[in-house]
């Protein structure tokens, strides 16, 4: 209680001292209904600044009538005065250093029904409303300083959370796709959109639920979109921003975007090169680092691959990207789109990791050390097309290209200790790849609409095809530490070729019964043939030329995939019912070209699902969604090779591996009060899972193990998590309290024996947050707490705590400066020694406006003032804890030149009368 106090008392001496000298507007009137002869209570009046529409303040009328606004800042405004009786009434204020006192003694609310000659009506809406199922911010509701970029804009919005990364939440659901009027901005790179474009080009930022569909599995899940609606004067004129900075020694940025509308054309260049932690590495892009390219699923609705591998951020990076994109509509029916990506991005990472085994009557533990360089160059194309042919058939081609050049090498030592720490075995491995993989896909979607409303055929056929090569050599020699013998060793060149194709005809055909109910049916045929041969060469004399067998493998995959689904959908304005079913055929042929043997699977499938939609009120929603899912292995999963690339921990494929089988539930509910800014999100997830792919581990005498893919019942994943915005003191300060909850549990088989881990979670967090016009001060932490549970061995349950405090500050001071600081500090405990770290980071930086709309900006930062920043993480794996330290970018200073320009094109005038 003390320190709320004595910080409430900090930001009301942060508040007076930046109002010292300046005057005050103080705004009052008395509100009378005359038709009642009395004065009128609780009408709302609301004070909204001209300029930029922000909603200065509001209150209520008291039981005289009356309201009062003082200690306003000087400026031009609008006083709105609501009251469900009576119609909207406006009166505008032009403040001045003569003129800051209004009072109005005598308002009188004209009755909805008196019959009057003529109304002029100012359009005037929420910060927040919806527009049906589509939750809108109005930008311009939410102060941004001149040159702040959307992700800025982001961050002001209640109820969105946008990470150091660039991920976005909403209702604490993460945004899984950001798109730019309705298309794609560069692909499927949203930081290009949110970190490049000008936050003042956003008319709204518009947050929708949409249904989309698992190109293999057939079932439908809900996704959530972000949609950045671009002003009209941004949609013709031009806009961009160049940036650069250097230390003049190290590091550097350098970022370029330009945008030219007119219409529906729309061009834009973007080019960035960095070898600092902002590198923009898109968080749709982070897993594209692996070199084994398999993934789990052939293709999914957008035709991308999946990719295994590191966070690229854990490292150090260095980034170029370029790409332009186009769209435009040729006449009045055609529209063609189109976009390209050039990514060069590089990662070298020094790591350090502690992972303890725990077996039911021993335990151990590796100390490893290793060094990475990963390399990843990309091309990727997307073209679009799309030819209304009336208003009712649309017809819509979306062809993909990509190509990845991925090189690593890395270099590792693994020491192992028994439990008393005395060190008994170490290994060596050096390991260099390189991969060339090229991908194409094509979607062509025709709809089909009727006069008869919700009336709908939508037929879609799609083709994949995928072809990778890989070639690299594997050095490694594994020891006994107290005898200094060598127990193993290899010297291998590996090569590998995969292709893959597949195709998905889908058709679908929505028929109304009555303006409330309609029936949903579909039928979907997919066929998919993949061939992955993997080879390895021992080394004799000079030559690699002795095929190893153990260690290759050629191998095919087919699958093929029926089913027909039938849904009844009930939707009135506030409650959407959606029930029916998939009836689902897998068939799987998988042949070992190397033995001849042959393995066959049919399997059927029933895959229900259910939606129910409540809308509240028009500020408040109730989701929930329940689907059924069935994954098919993957290619690698199913091949029965030994993959030695890490001569430590061997992988061995399964041919009888079965698909899973999941059941999913997701509940979300928020809430909005526009006019308090309170704002409320809570939700739970529950996914269980049948047939689920696990491991089968053998540990052998020196400690390596070998796993292999098998499917195991009873997976489990769950978690609750609420959030809700407090403002305080007129929205000057506003308090931020979120919590979460989870529990997973994962079955294994470990030397031949059941194995199941339980992990509980729970954990919370509090920010205060004060955000005036020249002001921005934010205070919070947050703590977790882990706690796993394996049955096997006791000594895997260690639970931990992991603490994260924040401060947050920046101050526009006098002559466009501004001053801004953010430091973070961890605190990382009951974990293996070494990696009980807590660290300090502390960024400053010093920005500097120029020119009359202040769009030269030179900024001065440091980061990592004190020297401490490190990546440290700790994972739970069935029986095995695994604490890990990498290695990346500490203090550095920058000097950055950036230039943001625009046309001066103003806003269209509307000519609608009402």
Same mark, same amino acid.
Request: proline residues 3%; hydrophobic residues 35%.
């Given at each position: ?190 930081? &290009? ?73 729309? &061009? ?292 093929? &995939? ?64 329940? *689907? ?119 079955? *294994? ?105 202040? *769009? ?27 604490? *890990? ?30």
């Amino acid at each position: 209680m003390l320190f709320t106090k004595r910080f409430l008392l900090f930001i009301a001496l942060l508040i007076s001292f930046v109002s010292v000298g300046q005057d005050k507007m103080k705004i009052s009137g008395v509100i009378n209904d005359t038709l009642n002869n009395k004065p009128l209570y609780n009408a709302s009046a609301v004070i909204i600044r001209i300029r930029d529409s922000v909603l200065l303040d509001y209150t209520r009328t008291d039981l005289q009538g009356r309201f009062e606004f003082t200690n306003l800042d000087i400026d031009t405004v609008e006083l709105l005065i609501t009251h469900p009786k009576f119609l909207d009434q406006s009166f505008y204020m032009f403040g001045s250093e003569d003129n800051y006192e209004f009072h109005i003694p005598n308002i009188i609310p004209l009755e909805k029904t008196k019959e009057i000659r003529e109304v002029v009506i100012f359009a005037s809406k929420d910060p927040i409303y919806y527009r049906g199922d589509t939750l809108v911010y109005v930008a311009d509701s939410f102060n941004v300083k001149p040159n702040a970029v959307v992700e800025d804009l982001l961050k002001k919005l209640p109820g969105v959370e946008v990470d150091k990364d660039g991920k976005i939440k909403s209702q604490g659901k993460d945004v899984e796709k950001v798109l730019v009027d309705g298309d794609e901005f560069f692909g499927s790179d949203p930081l &290009i959109a949110t970190r490049n474009l000008g936050a003042r080009a956003v008319e709204s930022v518009e947050v929708y639920e949409k249904e989309s569909e698992n190109a293999e599995s057939g079932s439908t899940e809900t996704v959530q979109i972000m949609n950045l609606k671009l002003k009209d004067e941004a949609k013709k004129g031009y806009f961009g921003r160049i940036a650069a900075g250097s230390d003049f020694q190290k590091f550097y940025e350098g970022e370029a975007l330009a945008s030219v509308f007119n219409k529906d054309l729309k &061009i834009s260049v973007f080019g960035q090169a960095t070898n600092t932690p902002n590198s923009g590495f898109s968080w749709s892009d982070i897993n594209q680092y692996g070199l084994d390219n398999e993934r789990q699923n052939i293709i999914d609705e957008d035709g991308n691959w999946t990719f295994i591998g590191s966070t690229p951020r854990d490292g150090l990076p260095q980034s170029l990207k370029g790409g332009f994109y186009f769209s435009d509509k040729i006449g009045e029916k055609t529209k063609l789109s189109a976009n390209y990506t050039y990514n060069d991005n590089q990662v070298i990472a020094n790591t350090n990791k502690t992972t303890q085994y725990f077996l039911v009557d021993t335990t151990y533990s590796t100390d490893d050390t290793g060094s990475d360089r990963n390399r990843l160059q990309q091309h990727i194309a997307n073209i679009g097309f799309e030819q209304k042919f009336d208003s009712l058939t649309t017809l819509e081609i979306k062809p993909r290209f990509q190509f990845n050049k991925t090189t690593q090498r890395s270099e590792s030592t693994t020491e192992f200790f028994d439990a008393d720490r005395n060190s008994f075995s170490e290994t060596n491995v050096l390991n260099e790849t390189g991969s060339e993989e090229m991908s194409f896909s094509n979607i062509a979607k025709l709809t089909r609409l009727f006069k008869k409303r919700f009336r709908k055929l939508e037929v879609t056929y799609q083709f994949d095809y995928k072809k990778n090569t890989l070639e690299g050599v594997l050095e490694s020699s594994s020891g006994l530490t107290f005898m200094d013998s060598t127990i193993q060793s290899f010297n291998q060149k590996k090569t590998g070729n995969l292709e893959g194709a597949g195709h998905l005809a889908r058709v679908s055909y929505h028929e109304p019964l009555s303006k409330l109910w309609r029936l949903e049916f579909e039928y979907q045929f997919n066929q998919f043939k993949t061939d992955q041969s993997r080879s390895s060469f021992n080394l004799i004399g000079e030559e690699y030329n002795e095929l190893d067998s153990l260690f290759s493998n050629s191998f095919e995959n087919e699958q093929m &995939i029926n089913f027909g689904g039938a849904f009844v959908r009930f939707e009135n304005p506030k409650h959407l019912v959606r029930l029916g079913a998939r009836v689902r055929n897998t068939q799987m042929d998988n042949f070992n070209l190397f033995t001849g043997d042959s393995f066959k699977q049919n399997v059927n499938n029933l895959l229900p699902g259910f939606r129910y939609a409540y809308k509240i009120k028009q500020n408040s929603r109730l989701n929930f969604n329940y *689907n059924t899912d069935a994954q098919l292995p993957s290619i690698s999963q199913l091949q029965p090779l030994q993959d030695n690339t890490n001569p430590n921990r061997i992988v061995v494929g399964n041919p009888d591996l079965k698909p899973t089988y999941t059941h999913t539930m997701r509940l979300n509910y928020h809430l909005f009060k526009p006019i308090t800014g309170f704002y409320t999100w809570a939700g739970a997830y529950f996914s269980y899972i049948n047939n689920a792919f696990s491991s089968s581990l053998l540990y052998d005498q020196y400690g390596r193990t070998v796993s292999q893919s098998i499917n195991v019942d009873n997976n489990y994943f769950g978690n609750v998590y609420a959030g809700t915005g407090i403002p305080l003191y007129k929205q000057l300060l506003k308090m931020n309290i979120n919590a979460n909850a989870g529990i997973s549990s994962i079955n *294994n088989k470990i030397n031949g024996l059941d194995n199941r881990t339980i992990n509980n979670s729970v954990g919370g967090g509090l920010d205060l947050v004060f955000d005036k016009d020249s002001l921005f001060f934010e205070i919070g932490g947050s703590i977790n707490y882990n706690a796993p549970n394996s049955t096997l061995n006791s000594g895997a349950n260690q639970p931990y705590f992991t603490h994260n405090y924040n401060v947050n500050f920046a101050w526009d001071i006098f002559w466009n400066i501004t001053l801004a600081t953010e430091a973070r500090y961890v605190i990382q405990s009951q974990r293996a020694d070494g990696f009980n770290l807590n660290y300090f980071i502390w960024d400053v930086s010093v920005k500097k406006n120029f020119l009359k709309d202040e *769009n030269l900006v030179l900024e001065l930062r440091a980061n990592d003032l004190l020297n401490q920043n490190i990546t440290a993480s700790r994972n739970i794996q069935t029986n095995i804890i695994v604490d *890990n330290r990498t290695q990346i970018i500490s203090r550095y200073f920058l000097v950055k030149l950036t230039y943001n320009f625009k046309n001066k094109i103003k806003a269209v005038d509307s000519d609608e009368e009402f």
